[in-house]
């Protein structure tokens, strides 16, 4: 089935998803599953020790936890379902075909988790007492329930790089427990305590609390936040060792983009820096320094950030240039498929640009062929910008470029199209790097001097 192309302009397809899937992973991992434990465990600290001191602290940081991953975590983990949707319906049409079970469990936990943490909340101050361990016990099973759902998802999420014998065989248990579904598990449980340990902190630091006990919680955030980096460094080292070679060596240039990645040692310069904020961090905390923590803490908090999004980013940038390894490449167009489109046309197959009133001339032609081959990763205008992209190119440089994408840059899908398409993308890209062909209206292009179509 073709499903029309949705082009999101400037940000693009790639950075629409990213942005909104990275703040979504540091909410669901941070808070719903690192912060929240963290609270548990203050949660039994004051049971244990009779402080109210620390059942405050963890009552108080409830609600602040609460607000954040029921709205704000709750509106992106939908928003990543329209937004992928919208931008990528075949790539998401064919993963729900593949893993829908695991997808229909994951929405019926979800569902149990909000129910869970709310009833958590909401019995805070009545179920105290003799009642004060089973409260706690209620929120060990929330845990329990956030886990599951990370559990079930990463199974999906390995199989998007790590598809191993699916392609040919269309089992479901060896897609879903792929090569990387273990590390990539427990990578992404390291990453969740390593963020709710410092989230934690920032809470304690920025809050009113009583001395003695800011010491002795930040003596204990501290530690569990070493142990919880040094976890996370093992299981990272573990889960690229599993990846690839053939996408491993594109990690680099997904972080660095063209722009730097003739200097790599950029990126262990700077992952370098970033380690040594978040391990001296740590061994502040367990010092119990509030002032130096709270020095550290912002620091701490947007490199953990940023290792975060350069870890998706990495992992859904290196498989390229598929969606699917071995069945669908980046830009929707099936493996099986690209022989035929090149042997018999693109567009005349395609009946959303077959429908359109305005699928005449070459200009119209040339936004149809970059809508399905390119879009995925280029915009007019905006990040990635194509017209900056091929600048300087004659069309007859172009033409012969498209023909071998996928040779001169391994991560590109190839084109898929009869040589006269190809001919007609050529066109319409050095038009876009000439200013000679301009977007008038959406998804619709005409000559620069004015008129209905570019020849």
Known sequence: MQ????????????MTIGLDAVLHVIISHGMAIGAISFIVISEYLGLRKASQDWEAFARDFLKFTIIITTGIGAITGAGIWLITSALSPGGIGS????FFWPWFIEWIVFTCEVICILFYYFT????????????????MVYVFLALC??????GILGFMLTSDGWPWAKSFWPAFLNPSYLPQLLLRIGISFSLGSLFSVAFLIFTRREGMFRIEALKLFGKAALISFSATAVFAWWYFSIVPSTFKTHAVFAVLTSRFSQQPEIFWYVNCAGAI?????????????????????????????????????IREFIRGPYLMPG??????????????????????????????????GTAAQGAGLFARNCSVCHTIGGINDIAKKVDGRTVDGLFVILAHTHEMIPFMPPFSGTEDE????AGFLYGLSKGTVKEHAPSRFAPAHGGGTHE
Do not use: C
């Open 124 to 139: 805070w101050r009545k179920w105290v007492g003799e009642r004060k361990g089973k409260h706690i016990s209620l929120g």
């Open 422 to 425: 190809r001919r007609a993308l």
């Open 149 to 154: 759902s990370a559990l079930l998802i990463t």
């Open 277 to 313: 904020v978040l391990f001296t961090f740590s061994l502040v905390s367990m010092k119990g320094s509030s002032t130096l923590a709270k020095i550290l803490i912002i620091p701490a908090l947007l490199v953990s950030m940023g290792f975060v999004g350069e870890f998706e980013r």
């Open 3 to 14: 499903f029309p192309v949705f082009q999101f302009s400037y940000l693009g397809s790639g």
């Open 95 to 98: 993963m729900l075909r593949v």
């Open 327 to 360: 069945y669908m490449y980046a830009n929707q167009v099936l493996l099986n498929e690209t022989p035929f489109f090149n042997k018999e046309g693109l567009l005349k197959n395609d009946p959303w640009f077959t429908m359109s009133s305005d699928n005449h």
